[in-house]
């Protein structure tokens, strides 16, 4: 069994830091329309709810690093082991 110590996950974790987050939302309302990223998820059966397509683009993929990558770091780290692959079936953007 791989024990950890308090300091080794922190450690672990730190390295981490910022994985969910690739571009700023900043960046991402300049490099996405909001308009074709709707059609373009909803052609992947994605529903999307939102009240204004010009701030849809803040949630788009393109904004989030890729989740495999992330899974194979926390894998490595020792902090986690894939279990399941989920597929996305809605944006709700408020």
Known sequence: MNRLTDSKISDRLRSLEGWEV?????????TCDGVELRHSLQRQGIVV???????????SPGAYKDIDE??????????SRPVARLRPVGVLKG
Request: charged share 30%; proline share 3%; aromatic share 0%.
């Open 22 to 30: 690739r571009d700023s939302s900043h960046a991402a309302m300049r």
């Open 49 to 59: 709810e939102t009240r204004s397509v010009a701030s849809l683009p803040e949630e």
């Open 70 to 79: 992330v899974a194979r770091a926390c894998e490595g780290a020792g902090l």
